[in-house]
């Protein structure tokens, strides 16, 4: 029922206790960092839950992915569970069995927190089922919206990756191993590294966007086309990231392609000539930030 990856090297919870974030977890915003920074005034390793196979819709972030934002952030390990092992547990069990195989000093949760069979369970729950310290934080708003994965969601509907960084504070990204194509955009003078879109993961606004990539420790702006391309009679959906001023080979590793705003829509162009002419001032407006 429950996987347990450890992160930062730290394989000793069991017999120094922790405190766990609860909640689903398909990505950390800025309500979540304020619940992460609660747990830190514990002095104990930090654990977090995250719930993969949710019926609510596509997660933010893969699981990869929110591996390498809670490592990034310093938890112990994370709790990966998938929704349909839990969804008939009643919420006092789980409670227990988190606590028992954790050894779970202190919970920290939102106020509007819910979880076991039929969401019945609150922080009211862990306090009764448990003899673990429960910390409830109030919930974040931002111009009157709460703050959620559903807020952040609604940001990449439109494209607007620059709100979805404010309400994640930090940049919506994907992870992905650089694949082999057809090179076109070699022929035009813009070699692309191309990445699949993670399978599963909610899926943005078709376009293209300014983006950033670290490759060995150097960040490179970049543009990236995410979607079909029409001016070549290709239907089929690729992520395809030019990075200016990098000369090198990158088929096979895995990248971070951060999203830092929206450029344009994608369209069909009447020539190649054409769309390399675009490509010129995409790249121009992203080097001059205009």
Same mark, same amino acid.
């Given at each position: 029922m429950l996987n347990t990856v450890v992160l930062n090297g730290q394989s000793n919870i069991r017999e120094s206790g922790c405190v766990m974030l609860l909640g689903g977890f398909d990505g950390l915003h800025v309500g979540h960092k304020k619940l992460l920074a609660r747990a830190k005034t514990y002095g104990l390793p930090i654990g977090i839950m995250t719930i993969y196979g949710e019926r609510r819709g596509a997660p933010l972030f893969t699981l990869a992915e929110r591996r390498e934002i809670f490592r990034s952030l310093g938890f112990a390990f994370v709790c990966e569970t998938e929704f349909a092992k839990i969804k008939d547990v009643t919420a006092t069990a789980f409670a227990r069995t988190l606590q028992e195989e954790y050894n779970v000093k202190a919970f920290v949760c939102g106020d509007d927190f819910r979880f076991g069979k039929g969401a019945n369970g609150t922080p009211k729950t862990l306090q009764s089922a448990t003899d673990a310290e429960v910390c409830v934080e109030e919930i974040l708003t931002l111009d009157g919206e709460k703050i959620s994965s559903s807020s952040v969601k609604n940001a +990449?509907?439109?494209?607007?990756?620059? @709100?979805?960084?404010? #309400?994640?504070?930090? @940049? $919506?990204? #994907? +992870?992905? =191993?650089?694949? =082999?194509?057809?090179?076109?955009?070699?022929t035009l003078g813009f070699p692309t590294a191309n990445i699949a879109y993670p399978q599963g993961k909610y899926a943005m606004k078709i376009g293209v966007y300014e983006t950033c990539v670290n490759v060995d420790g150097t960040a490179y702006k970049g543009i990236t086309?995410?979607?079909?391309?029409?001016? $070549?009679?290709?239907? =089929?959906?690729?992520t395809e990231t030019y990075l200016d001023g990098f000369s090198g080979d990158l088929y096979g590793q895995t990248l971070q392609v951060q999203f830092v705003r929206f450029l344009r829509d994608i369209r069909r162009f009447e020539s190649a000539d054409? #769309?390399?002419? =675009?490509?010129?001032?995409?790249?121009?407006?992203?080097?001059?930030?205009?």
């Open positions: +990449l509907d439109s494209g607007n990756v620059a @709100r979805a960084q404010t #309400l994640l504070g930090e @940049r $919506f990204f #994907l +992870l992905g =191993q650089v694949e =082999q194509d057809r090179k076109v955009g070699r086309n995410y979607g079909a391309r029409p001016t $070549f009679n290709d239907g =089929q959906v690729w054409a #769309l390399k002419a =675009q490509l010129t001032e995409d790249i121009r407006r992203v080097k001059e930030n205009d």
